[in-house]
């Protein structure tokens, strides 16, 4: 699976921070029938930075890049 962000106009990100929030707009997102640029997976599993990511993109294209991380504090960390 790639590591990198589609390659589209402009891009919005959304953090969470409670997986449960996050797998619930999955499905959700699933259910409505939206197509997933990357499906939801889990990065950097059992390390700081762990984290759970999606990409879709909305009607005009722009990419939305949806997270939840294992940690609140690493939300803001600038190294994994």
């Not at 921070?17 to 889990?42: D, K, Q, S």
């Not at 939840?68 to 994994?80: K, L």
């Given at each position: 699976m790639s590591e990198?962000a589609p390659k589209?106009?402009?891009?919005?990100?959304?953090?969470?921070?409670?997986?449960?929030?996050?797998?619930?707009?999955?499905?959700?997102?699933?259910?409505?029938?939206?197509?997933?640029?990357?499906?939801?997976?889990?990065?950097?599993?059992?390390?700081?930075?762990e984290q759970w990511?999606?990409?879709?993109?909305?009607?005009?294209?722009?990419?939305?890049?949806?997270?939840?991380?294992?940690?609140?504090?690493?939300?803001?960390?600038?190294?994994?």
């Open positions: 990198e589209l106009r402009r891009e919005l990100r959304v953090v969470e921070t409670m997986a449960l929030e996050f797998h619930a707009l999955a499905g959700r997102l699933r259910t409505a029938g939206t197509a997933f640029v990357i499906e939801p997976y889990l990065r950097f599993a059992g390390q700081p930075g990511t999606m990409f879709l993109t909305d009607p005009a294209g722009n990419a939305l890049e949806f997270k939840a991380f294992a940690e609140d504090a690493d939300v803001f960390a600038t190294s994994v």
